[in-house]
């Protein structure tokens, strides 16, 4: 079972900086597209940053020019670089994995695998 496990959260100033990071329990892996989500009180999970096993990435405008998703292929591990923090970017964050695998029949499909979430609260 691949595990994904989640550092870097914590407490910072507006506009401080974090850098969150995700690694897969396993190396020998077939991962597709990575991405970053999270959560706040009451609302719904939304995506903030997604990235392409060729790293082609995508972001929510509410981030764009203030984070930067990537990823290190050696590693199997998603980073998200966080800077000019916003109060408003305070919740929950996941990160996620797309793995692929093939059947004996050579059918491949895609599970997801989730991390175990990491708080971010940006508050003076």
């Known amino acids: 079972q691949v595990q994904l496990l989640e550092s870097g959260g914590g407490l910072v100033q507006p506009g401080g900086s974090l850098r969150l990071s995700c690694a897969a329990s396993?190396?020998?892996?077939?991962?597709?597209?990575m991405g970053w989500y999270r959560q706040a009180p009451g609302k719904e999970r939304e995506l903030v940053a997604s990235i392409t096993s060729s790293n082609v990435t995508t972001y929510v405008d509410s981030v764009k020019g203030r984070f930067t998703i990537s990823r290190d292929n050696a590693k199997n591990t998603v980073y998200l670089q966080m800077n000019s923090l916003e109060p408003e970017d305070t919740a929950v964050y996941y990160c996620?994995?797309?793995?692929?695998?093939?059947?004996?029949?050579?059918?491949?499909?895609?599970?997801?695998?989730w991390g175990q979430g990491t708080q971010v609260t940006v508050s003076t």
């Open positions: 996620k994995a797309q793995v692929l695998r093939t059947t004996l029949a050579s059918y491949t499909y895609a599970n997801n695998y």
């Open positions: 396993r190396l020998i892996l077939r991962i597709n597209d």
